[in-house]
């Protein structure tokens, strides 16, 4: 299956280390990104390629891969990183994309 | 800076059509492939496709043939969705988003634009 699987919700206090995981058997094989979209906001990508992160987004950012998951940390997490999280990956054949279902971060 | 700017919200009844469109600043339009992606209300993403920004050749994920069109305007550095005969299951915000890196992530998005389909 090509399907990318997210928890539907996480939640941390601030300061704390937040983990979101997406799963399916095309991340063996490609890479992950991630995205963040804040309300009323067009996503933005936070993560490319597993692990590389884009100019401009904060250290406490980052990416991991093992398998058939790859994982967003967020170290530190402060209330400005609230949001929804979708990771998205080529299929196995390398010709589609596909998001998950997200994943909204609550910082308690 | 790089940008995509599109057009404003929509409004219309079943069986009419829409033209959305996305337009690029910032950077050289045809040097970078275009991405057209849907979110339903309470959705995730969803990839609808992606047109060839050289030679205007559009590329439909299977559920969007059919009544949904790519198209450009490189004149004007322009990429456009038109959607015929809407059904109230096309309400959803329409993104833009530019393809960068070797494998084609996107960045940055468009703002993206709502649809309604209501009688």
């Known amino acids: 299956s090509d399907e990318l699987t997210q928890p539907p919700s996480v939640s941390v206090s601030p300061g704390q280390t937040a983990r979101i995981t997406c799963s399916g058997d095309?991340?063996?094989?490609?890479?992950g990104f991630w995205y963040q979209q804040k309300p009323g906001q067009a996503p933005a990508v936070v993560i490319y390629?597993?692990?590389e992160r884009p100019s401009g987004i904060p250290e406490r950012f980052s990416g991991s891969s093992s398998g058939t998951r790859v994982t967003l940390t967020i170290s530190g997490v402060q209330a400005e990183d609230e949001a929804d999280y979708y990771c998205?990956?080529?299929?196995?054949?390398?010709?589609?994309?596909?998001f998950g279902g997200g994943t909204k971060l609550t910082v308690l | 800076q790089v940008q995509l700017v599109q057009s404003g919200s929509e409004l219309k009844r079943p069986g009419a059509s829409v033209k959305v469109s996305c337009k690029a600043s910032?950077?050289?339009?045809?040097?970078?492939?275009m991405n057209w992606i849907r979110q339903a209300p309470g959705q995730g993403p969803e990839w609808m496709g992606w047109?060839?920004?050289?030679?205007?050749?559009?590329t439909y994920v299977q559920g969007f043939t059919g009544r949904f069109v790519f198209s450009l305007d490189t004149s004007v550095s322009t990429a456009y969705l038109q959607i015929s005969s809407l059904k109230a299951e096309d309400t959803a915000i329409y993104y833009c988003?530019?393809?960068?890196?070797?494998?084609?992530?996107?960045?940055?998005w468009g703002q993206g634009t709502p649809v309604t389909v209501s009688s």
């Open positions: 988003a530019r393809s960068v890196g070797s494998e084609n992530w996107f960045d940055p």
């Open positions: 910032g950077y050289s339009f045809t040097n970078y492939h």
């Open positions: 047109i060839n920004t050289n030679t205007g050749n559009p």
């Open positions: 095309a991340l063996s094989k490609q890479y």
């Open positions: 390629k597993d692990t």
């Open positions: 998205q990956s080529p299929d196995s054949s390398g010709k589609s994309w596909v």
